[in-house]
Structure formats: C-alpha cells, structure tokens
C-alpha cells in the first residue's frame, strides 16, 4: 500500500511544491446555519470560530500589496461574519474578483436578505452547494427543508440577474457525491443539472463544480463509524490519476484559517495542518517569495483530489 508521497515518486516528484498564489482563499469561521452530515469544516450554529477584524485587515492587506488576482471566501457560512459585508467591499474595491461560497439557506436568517443584492452590485461570484437536484438526495445530507430553500434561494439569484447568459453575474453549483463513490464525469451531470432544474424550477446558473468528498470532518466520523473508511480510501488510491497532478488547487493557492494560520488548502486547514518547511506560517507574516514556491504537506487525504478526473474548490482537475 503506498502512501501519497510514495505514489508522487513513483512519477518522478520527490515532493509536492507551489507555483504561484493566484488565490487567497479564506475561512472567515465555523459559524454555520445548517450543521451538514458530510461536512468536513463540522460547521454549525454552535461554533465560536470567527475571523476578527484585524485578522480581515490582514488579509486585505496582503490584497492590497500583492498581485493576487482572486479572494476566495468560504466558512462556515461567510455571511456570518460580521466582517463580511467589510471584506467583500473592500477587496471589490482594490479589483480583486471575489468569490463566497454560499450555501443558500442563509438568506433566508434574520437580518441577510439584503445578499443576493449585495452580490450583484459587488459582482461576486457566487459558489453555491447543491449536491443533487432531487429534493430527497438534498435533505438526507444537509437537513430536512434544505432542498426547498435552496431552490427559493437560486430563483432570488436568477431575479437579481444571476446564472443568465451574457449577465457577467456568475453562479455557479457544486455537486458532490451523497455516499462513497467517485463523482460522475463533470460535464455530463451538469447537462443532467441543467435541464432538470431548468424544466422543474425555470433555474439557470453557469457551471457545475463536481467535487470528490474528501475523507476528513464530519465525512471522515461518519466512514469510521459505518466501518467504510478503508474501503473508500481504498477506492481513491486504486483511481489516482497522474494527470491531476500539475493542476492541483494547492499548488496555485494559499488558505487562511479563521485565526490568521496558513494552510496548503481547506482540507488541510481542517486537519489542522498549517504549512510547513520553513514558509511563515500566518498571514500576520505573509511572504510571497517563500509561500509561492513552498513545499506542500501532503497526507493520505490528498488521494481524493487526484482521483479519477481530479477534484478542487472548483470542480474536476482534468477533461
Ligand atoms: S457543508 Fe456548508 S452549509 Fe453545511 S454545515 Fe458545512 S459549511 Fe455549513
Ligand atoms: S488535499 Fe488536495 S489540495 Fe490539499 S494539499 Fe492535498 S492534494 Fe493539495
């Protein structure tokens, strides 16, 4: 059996390294309306992880003095934050192409229907969760109700002139497997997306992200507990694919935990695996000229990003 860093030298690469920081992608906290059985933040309405405003600051900082093009922001859900609405309009403001993944219900809490508003007049991006369009598929993984107020959600969206053709307003959803199998092919199932939530609900959007659920948080307890995690992980190794490689999110991307720490990316972040190898390791001490070509720390977890077509916070990694 071998492990990832095993299997990266059977293709020739001692380790796993960065190219470039292209996207600053932050966990603004734990704070969460929904509590998702697969999450792998294990966010809810309990958690007390919040990102401060000077932890925002220097974020935006880095922003603001560094060529990097994309502000991811994800949570939690983000629009918790009561520094969101601060952060989204000031990296709007420096020309920073913000992106918030969102999982739709939140509008509908007290005192947020003002968003899909607020995204349309910053020109957000707005990344959206929707792992099926059947309603029974939807519920089983994120709560009874959840499917309905999503669909009340996208429809707002579509409203404000998001998910149109020729709108400039991108919407994007992200699909990802209810159990433990590897994703559809990518374009497939979101011409399958398209005309079912098309012909059912008259709703648009722009592209299907297919993601691989990757075996840590919630997801992770819940394989452990079913006696399933060997088998899954089993199923990850036998389908790695060396053509994911060169296009992995890590290495084009820097995450930043709700506490200023910096990670390789989300998953590690919720593993609690800040970079390493000699790189600054907070935002408080962000150096481009190291974290941009820093080693990378992998683990077993990484099987499912360079499984089958590969898999990222933006969909599959190959056509
Ligand atoms: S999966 Fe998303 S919506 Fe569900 S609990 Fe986690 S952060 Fe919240
Ligand atoms: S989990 Fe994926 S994105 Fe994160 S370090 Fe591993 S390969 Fe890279």
């Given at each position: 059996m071998k492990t990832f860093e095993q299997r990266l030298k059977l293709i020739g690469m001692e380790s796993l390294q960065s190219e470039r920081i292209a996207t600053l992608q932050v966990n603004v906290g734990k704070l969460c309306n929904q509590a998702c059985l697969h999450c792998h933040v294990e966010a809810g309405?309990?958690?007390?992880e919040i990102m401060t405003r000077e932890t925002i600051e220097a974020v935006l900082r880095v922003l603001e003095s560094h060529d990097i093009p994309n502000l991811d922001i994800t949570g939690g859900a983000p629009e918790m934050n009561p520094h969101f609405d601060y952060l989204?309009?000031?990296?709007?403001?420096?020309?920073?192409?913000?992106?918030?993944?969102?999982?739709?219900t939140v509008y509908f809490e007290e005192g947020r229907q003002y968003l899909p508003e607020f995204f349309r007049q910053?020109?957000?991006?707005?990344?959206?969760?929707?792992?099926?369009?059947?309603?029974?598929?939807?519920?089983?993984?994120?709560?009874?109700?959840?499917?309905?107020?999503?669909?009340?959600?996208?429809?707002?969206?579509?409203?404000?002139?998001?998910?149109?053709?020729?709108?400039?307003?991108?919407?994007?959803?992200?699909?990802?497997?209810?159990?433990?199998?590897?994703?559809?092919?990518?374009?497939?199932?979101?011409?399958d997306y398209k005309r079912e939530l098309g012909d059912r609900y008259g709703i648009s959007f722009t592209n299907l992200f297919v993601i691989t659920n990757v075996p840590i948080g919630r997801f992770l307890h819940d394989l452990v507990r079913s006696g399933?995690?060997?088998?899954?992980?089993?199923?990850?190794?036998?389908?790695?694919?060396?053509?994911?490689?060169?296009?992995?999110m890590c290495r084009n991307?820097?995450?930043?935990?709700?506490?200023?720490?910096?990670?390789?990316?989300?998953?590690?972040?919720?593993?609690?695996?800040?970079?390493n190898h000699g790189a600054p390791t907070t935002i408080f001490d962000?150096?481009?000229?190291?974290?941009?070509?820093?080693?990378?720390?992998?683990g077993?977890?990484?099987y499912a990003c360079t499984a089958g077509a590969g898999s990222s916070c933006k969909g599959v990694l190959t056509s």
């Open positions: 309405p309990l958690r007390t989204v309009e000031q990296a709007a403001a420096i020309g920073r192409h913000v992106m918030v993944r969102s999982n739709l910053h020109e957000v991006e707005v990344i959206a969760s929707l792992p099926c369009y059947l309603k029974e598929n939807v519920d089983s993984q994120r709560g009874t109700g959840i499917f309905d107020k999503s669909i009340r959600a996208l429809r707002w969206l579509n409203a404000v002139g998001y998910g149109k053709p020729n709108a400039g307003l991108v919407l994007n959803l992200v699909y990802n497997p209810v159990g433990t199998y590897l994703p559809p092919r990518q374009e497939g199932l979101e011409v399933a995690y060997e088998t899954y992980l089993q199923k990850l190794r036998d389908a790695f694919n060396s053509a994911t490689v060169d296009s992995l991307l820097i995450s930043v935990g709700w506490d200023g720490t910096l990670f390789d990316c989300d998953f590690n972040q919720m593993l609690n695996l800040s970079v962000f150096d481009m000229s190291q974290l941009s070509r820093r080693r990378i720390c992998t077993e977890h990484c």
